[in-house]
């Protein structure tokens, strides 16, 4: 069974930075493309990043391009999404799951493998 579970949010003001950890365990990581999404207040969750399995690309929604990096330690089973020059905007739970690999797509945040876990809340706020 895929286990997921997001760690690393917290409070910041405008500009500032955190890193999301999303620990795995139950499966190999290396095997799976992981998707970090997100979900602010009366809004529908989103994707925000993703990466292959291999770690060798990624993919970012428009709005995040350029601030965030995704990255993996398949040796650590873990994936990160370092997130910095903050937006209030950017603030909601993040969610860390593992999502379908193809052979033309790296990751496709579109598609979901397994459940949501209880996700990292994060708050960007002066």
């Known amino acids: 069974q895929l286990q997921l579970v997001e760690s690393g949010g917290g409070s910041v003001q405008p500009g500032g930075s955190l890193r999301l950890s999303c620990a795995t365990s139950g499966f190999t990581l290396a095997s799976y493309a992981i998707g970090w999404f997100r979900q602010a207040p009366g809004k529908e969750r989103e994707g925000v990043s993703c990466i292959s399995s291999g770690g060798g690309r990624t993919k970012y929604a428009d709005s995040v391009k350029g601030r965030f990096t995704i990255s993996r330690d398949n040796a650590k089973n873990t994936v990160y999404l370092q997130m910095n020059s903050l937006k209030p905007e950017d603030t909601a739970v993040y969610y860390c799951?593992?999502?379908?690999?193809?052979?033309?797509?790296?990751?496709?945040?579109?598609?979901?493998?397994?459940?949501w876990g209880q996700g990292t809340q994060v708050t960007i706020s002066a």
């Open positions: 799951v593992a999502v379908l690999q193809t052979a033309q797509a790296a990751c496709m945040m579109s598609s979901r493998i397994g459940s």
